[in-house]
């Protein structure tokens, strides 16, 4: 079975090397690597090329203009030969043992049609696992492995190919953000994965990444944002979940040119008499501490 590892960049250059080795030193060797250089200014291109050069595996480098990482994704996914979709960070690395783990999990669901893949933890560089450490192995959706079994800390998700073409990312005029949680919560509704409670993927969490500027980056693409938490308001989730999405989706909201209507259409009018005015008072004090 071929794995896909998926490198969306944007001006990584100087850490690449730290990528590429971890993926060369992997004990499963049927992968390839596909990299999407989302509009790179630096020497990104030519970093590529000399491990091209090295021929110890396979690359599949594809430029494009900037334009985000959900672009980045979507590209990647019809670049894609493997039958299974690692999305891998330019900012993180993956231990040795990971492909292999990922291919052992994965082995006893190939073939159900209700299985969309395999998840694992994300760890530090220590080996810590980042997030809590209440399960050993379970088989949920990506909404109930944080509401119904309490998991906490970013996981890897590792999705069928063929899943994430049925799910593409919606590309939206003038946005380049777009959640992930929008698309694994939209394949929640379909598909299960297999969680293992091991960790799969070193995280770095690099000043220069999107988790560090996320409130930012949600102002300046707030449509997106937007479908996130008015369709997560809608899921199957606690009450007072669907009460914290419609404030943020108010909060968010006043960065779009969306009529008020418009809008109202799109979530619960009953929670939104808490969640304007509370989402208000947060869109205020973004705009305090972020523009």
Known sequence: MKIT????TYNRAY??????DSICNQTYKNFEWVVVDDGSVDNTKQVIESFKQEEKIHINYHYQENRGKHFAINKGVALAEGELFLILD???ELPDFALQLIADKYKGFEGKENIGGVAGRRMFKEGDIVGSNNFTELVSNSLDIRYKHHVSGDLVEIFKTDVLKEFPFPEIENEKFCPEALLWNRIAQKYKLLFF???IYITQ???DGLTSKIVKIR??????????YSELESYSVPVFQKIRANINFWRFSFNSNYSFSKKLKMVY??????GMPLGFIMYLKDKKNHL
């Open 5 to 8: 590892i998926f490198t969306p």
């Open 15 to 20: 850490n690449l090397k730290n990528v590429y």
């Open 90 to 92: 330019s900012d993180d």
């Open 197 to 199: 409670n091991k960790g």
């Open 205 to 207: 969490y690099l000043p």
């Open 219 to 228: 102002m300046t693409s707030p449509i997106a944002s937007m479908l996130t």
């Open 269 to 274: 009018k009953l929670f939104s008499l808490i």
